[in-house]
């Protein structure tokens, strides 16, 4: 009966797969530690954003927001693996669970909060929908865009709010769609279109890539609001306070003056705040399931927002964008988090 | 005494040991698996995407799409629904289909003949061609048309023209379009009455050369026919047709018929290469018949051509067929590499940014692949009424 007996074996092997693939019931934060690193859903190439440095390092300001939950729960900003993915991939990625948090310039929306399965845990840059278009053509405003032929990246909210505005208006365009952010710059050099559309802040990441950044120039209209941050699967509370309140103690603490250099100082400190904030007071961190100094490690290796901002995408670097939104709702922007206590 | 009966054939197995009942039986519980395993499949995915608060449904189908799309066959804009897109997606796959099948099928047969050539030249270079172009990856070749060749055409205010009508740039060609006018019905009229014609002449022809063994000219006349009547409908109805011709208005021209470069990359590539896969056909059908044939036929002198058109290739369509439906199928679903450079087809538009928008995954992707499936199985049907047709006829 060696016929049945192998279909024994068969049917007992595909009754384990399917009962295994169904009992992995464990908590997001419990696999992370099982595994032993981070695994964060990032672009595959954004300056400023997220983007591998010339040694291969993954850099930005979406790779340090991961960066700091990784310190948050394992006390090393190396434990984190970066998974590259298309507008089109990241959130089915998040979905099928092959990321833990997807940190890839995602803008909120009812929809992705509401309808997909996600929940976005704050924002680590506000930004906005802009126009690139080359100096040469002589446009000065995105009203006079009428009859425009316009590269964008597919999957993004932007390919929505560009149909809106230009129906608002009641303006006609030609979109090509392309897969990723190289390739509507290669179509928006090679002349294929007259316009790129993308959030503010990818539109001076990508200018920097032309052959002649300054041929090409920013129109100053912004014609929507798109709120990046971090999103994490529905359905794990604890994850979702982990990654959410890890953002809001770097803005803390870039509100309270902790900062890379002075966090060491700062643990001596006699404020109620930055006790609570480093751990040095209260149990804050189990609470939420992490190691009670998380807030101090993290300012320690990746640092306040302030610093993450001004590192990345700051006035300083290759991106040169202003605070403007991003400042702290105390300098004039619209940075505030809810306060650690 | 009672009366026995004696069954003079030996008692059958007992019924585990017949080989009947037991295939039947293993082949019970080889299908409850596979059903159980799909269903295991489907209800697990179900139970998994509510547990994670993902929702699900085709309802989206009927939400507004919200996005605009360059191309389109039929009617669309941004306020239409995102079943809309799926129309729009299907029409452009089927499109860039159908003009790679007939492309390649033309450029294929010219290269399986060339391939064969006597003529050293023409053999070499078709032998090189069909080299070179079949061990290229096709996304390569896409990638070559759409951003080394037809991204460097001159803008649109350099255009190259023709006649102040025909006009090429980096947007595109675009084309005088014909506007039909009142009583251009009545060429449509000249040209179904032209085609019964046709057809009417070729069975009469038939019928006389087996009758006699006269041959009528019948492809000279016949197309004849197809041009000259319509034409003459054309005259009497008063020349019922304008032509819309593309001019430069702001960025981009506006009017006549445009084929973007997306459209032409894909299209050329997608010909060029499947071509060469079925130049191989072609040969190896040719090859298939043998040289017996010919040769008999040149003995009852037959001409050339003649013996390439009514013995060598009906026989050798026998061979070639079934595997040019795999390179049909095989294109269609090529096709799909569309998306990397922007040709709004299916896959780029509806599982694309349709998936994308609405978040269902599952249903999008589950709808294209039926979509596939059910165009290759179509395909494969045509393909499959036609090779019989073809086949060897057993009388």
Redesign the interface.
């Known amino acids: 009966m060696n ?2 007996k192998s ?1 024994a074996v ?2 007992a092997l ?1 009754l384990g797969a ?1 009962t295994a ?2 009992a992995s019931a464990a908590t997001t934060l419990e696999s992370v530690k099982e595994k032993g690193h981070l695994q964060c859903g990032v672009t595959s190439g954004l300056p400023g954003f997220s983007q591998p440095d010339e040694n291969g390092n993954w850099t930005g300001i979406d790779v340090d927001t991961c960066r700091a939950v990784a310190v948050a729960i394992f006390g090393d900003a190396k434990a984190v693996q970066f998974t590259p993915l298309t ?2 991939e990241r ?2 990625a998040l ?1 099928s669970g092959e990321i833990d948090i997807l940190s890839r310039n995602t803008t909120w929306t009812l ?2 909060d509401a ?3 996600l929940n976005f845990t704050g924002v680590n840059y506000y930004d906005g929908q802009g126009f690139l278009i080359n100096k040469g ?1 002589g446009v000065d405003d995105a009203t006079q ?5 316009v590269c964008i990246q ?3 909210t932007t ?2 709010n ?3 505005y ?2 608002a208006k009641g303006m006609e ?7 990723t952010s190289e ?1 509507t710059v ?2 928006f050099a ?3 279109c ?1 316009v790129l559309t993308s959030d503010r802040s990818q539109l001076a990441a990508l200018r920097s890539k032309l052959a002649d950044p300054s041929s090409a120039k920013i129109l100053p209209n912004t014609i929507s609001k798109e709120p990046l941050g971090p999103v994490v ?3 794990d509370d604890q994850w979702f306070n982990i990654v959410k309140w890890v953002l809001f103690t770097q803005i803390n603490a870039e509100e309270l003056g902790v900062t890379m250099d002075n966090v060491d100082d700062m643990l001596k400190s006699d404020n109620p705040n930055i006790q609570r904030l480093l751990g040095t007071d209260g149990d804050m961190g189990a609470k939420l399931g992490v190691p009670a100094d998380f807030g101090y490690k993290v300012v320690k290796q990746v640092g306040n927002y302030g610093e993450m901002y001004n590192r990345n995408v700051g006035p300083d670097t290759a991106l040169g964008l202003d605070r403007g939104l991003n400042a702290l709702w105390t300098d004039g922007g619209i940075m505030y988090a809810p306060p650690v206590r | 005494m009672k009366k026995q009966t004696i069954d003079s054939r030996p008692a059958g197995p007992k019924p585990w040991y017949d080989p009947r009942i037991r295939s039947i039986f ?1 082949q019970i ?2 299908l409850s ?1 596979v059903f159980w ?1 799909g269903w ?1 499949l489907i209800d ?1 995915t179900l139970s ?2 509510q ?5 699900t449904g085709f309802g989206f189908l009927d939400e507004t799409a ?5 191309m389109s066959l039929v009617p669309y804009d ?2 239409m629904s995102y079943g809309r897109t799926f129309w729009v997606g299907l029409t452009n796959t089927l499109l860039v289909s159908a003009m790679g099948v007939v492309a390649a099928t033309i450029l294929g047969f010219i290269l399986g003949v060339a391939r064969l050539s006597s003529n050293w030249l023409v053999a070499k270079v078709a032998l090189v061609y069909i080299e070179v172009i079949r061990n290229i990856p096709l996304l390569l070749q896409i990638f070559f048309w759409y ?1 080394a060749v037809l ?2 055409l001159p ?1 649109p205010r350099q255009s190259v023209e023709v006649g102040n009508a025909l006009f090429l740039n ?2 595109g060609l675009y084309l005088p379009e014909p506007v039909a006018q009142d009583g251009f019905g009545l060429v449509w009229g000249g040209l179904v009455a032209a085609i019964i014609a046709v057809v009417a002449l070729r069975i009469w022809a038939k019928k006389r050369q087996l009758a006699t063994g006269q041959i009528f000219p019948t492809f000279k006349v016949g197309v004849a026919v197809l041009l000259l009547l319509p034409a003459l409908a054309y005259l009497v109805a008063g020349q019922p047709l304008t032509w819309d011709v593309p001019a430069l ?4 021209f ?1 009017g006549g018929i445009t084929i973007i ?2 459209l032409a990359a894909l299209w050329i590539a997608l010909s060029l290469y499947t071509a060469s896969f079925i130049a191989e056909i072609v040969r190896s059908g040719i090859l298939s018949v043998s040289k017996g044939q010919t040769e008999a036929s040149k003995a009852l002198g037959l001409p050339n051509s003649l013996t390439l058109r009514l013995v060598v290739i009906p026989q050798a369509m026998r061979v070639i067929i079934p595997p040019l439906t795999s390179q049909y199928l095989n294109l269609v679903k090529n096709s799909s590499l569309a ?4 040709y ?1 087809d299916l896959v ?1 538009v509806f599982m ?2 349709t ?5 269902q ?1 599952v249903e999008v992707v589950a709808i294209t692949m039926a979509v596939y499936l059910t165009i290759s199985l179509l395909i494969s049907l045509f393909m499959n009424i036609y090779n019989r047709a073809v086949a060897i006829k057993e009388r």
């Open positions: 016929n049945a279909i068969g049917a595909i399917f693939s169904t507008a089109k959130l089915t979905q929809t992705r309808s997909l399965g053509i865009l009428d009859g425009a032929t597919a999957g993004t390919e929505l560009l149909a809106d230009f129906r365009f030609k979109p090509i769609v392309f897969d390739q290669q179509g090679s002349g294929r007259d699967r529905q359905g | 293993f519980v080889t698996i395993a295991t697990n998994n995407m547990s994670r608060g993902i929702s919200g996005f605009g799309i360059i941004a306020t951003f991204s460097n803008s980096n947007r208005k702001g960025f981009n506006g470069p997306e998306t990397a450079i922007g709004p780029a694309g940014t998936l994308n928008q609405t978040g995954a």
